[in-house]
């Protein structure tokens, strides 16, 4: 998603989340079809998986969001030895009390990064399917809700192989979006470069001047007013074509699945209501099809040997889906 940040005001909630890209760009040069993609995962309430190379700001990118919602927000670094437990929290004896207690993990937060998310193996990856999908915690036969809103913002690097654990696909599944993080223009790489010049601290965002445009009573107001657009069964039925003309592709092996087609509904709403509109259009769902889908596909390996992608192949189903008037 490269479109640019662009709200229309005549909504208080509209408004206040139309700020944001003002404020993140004080200390995140460009990304702006990152952050309205994180935005929207906000309004759906789902999640965002990060990928781009190393160095383009996508930890900064989290916490310039989290301290413009003033949310909570925690990261984790994956590792090759990181437990389940030491993500989602575990029970503990305290011999002070001679009793067992939970101890928080740090997904209880409203933004939780998980930084490099694919250096950790399965075990500890599964650990986060019942806090994506459920929002809450099980342990020792008690369910401890997380707060509201939740994001997990998970990234990983697109170069690096070695030593990684791909994700299964029921967890892939369960990310609304996948977003690409590009490397900046030469421009904006000379932006970085002057600001860093001028003592520009990617650590200290109060020096920046990130300051609060909006909050959790902004968020719940504009989920209010996505729950209210509305969607032409023209386009509801233009949402399950392409879904499934996606599985009907000789280079997939595995397509878009029913959940796939929910969250491109749910992506297409959010994305009419940021760009000022009650209703969705058909050109709403091909802005959200990318992003909303590409994780979802799995290539043959005929087709990935021959450098096939999953971008290409939703151009290629979007070019041929009729497109309804």
Not at 4 to 9: C, K, M, Q, V
Not at 157 to 186: C, M, S, W
Not at 243 to 263: D, F, H, K, N
């Amino acid at each position: 998603m490269t479109e640019p940040l662009t709200f229309e005001p005549a909504d208080p909630a509209r408004e206040a989340l139309g700020r944001l890209r003002t404020e993140v760009a004080k200390a995140v040069v460009g990304q702006d079809g990152v952050v309205a993609g994180l935005v929207i995962a906000l309004l759906c309430r789902g999640h965002v998986l990060l990928e781009g190379p190393p160095g383009v700001a996508k930890t900064l990118l989290v916490r310039s969001l989290s301290a413009a919602l003033e949310l909570d927000m925690k990261r984790v670094q994956f590792t090759p030895d990181l437990m389940p437990g030491d993500v989602t929290g575990s029970v503990i004896y305290d011999p002070r009390t001679t009793e067992f207690q939970f101890r928080p993990g740090p997904v209880f937060t409203n933004l939780l990064l998980a930084d490099e998310i694919n250096r950790t193996p399965p075990k500890t990856q599964s650990s986060l399917l019942e806090v994506m999908e459920e929002r809450q915690v099980s342990a020792d036969g008690v369910s401890r809700p997380l707060p509201d809103p939740f994001l997990v913002a998970a990234t990983q690097n697109p170069i690096e192989h070695e030593g990684t654990y791909p994700l299964p696909e029921a967890q892939v599944d369960r990310f609304l979006l996948k977003l690409t993080v590009p490397l900046p223009t030469r421009d904006e790489e000379l932006g970085v470069l002057r600001a860093h010049h001028a003592g520009f601290d990617p650590r200290d965002l109060r020096a920046v001047g990130i300051q609060r445009v909006a909050g959790a009573a902004d968020l719940a107001a504009a989920r209010e007013a996505v729950g209210k657009v509305t969607v032409a069964d023209v386009v509801m039925a233009y949402i399950v074509d392409v879904c499934r003309a996606t599985r009907a592709m000789p280079s997939v092996e595995l397509g878009a699945s029913p959940r796939g087609a929910t969250s491109l509904l749910a992506t297409s709403k959010a994305w009419a209501w940021l760009a000022g509109r009650d209703h969705v259009t058909p050109d709403d769902v091909k802005v959200m099809a990318r992003p909303t889908l590409r994780h979802r596909l799995r290539l043959t390996p005929e087709a990935e040997l021959e450098g096939v992608t999953a971008d290409a192949v939703l151009d290629s189903v979007l070019a041929t889906v009729p497109t309804p008037r």
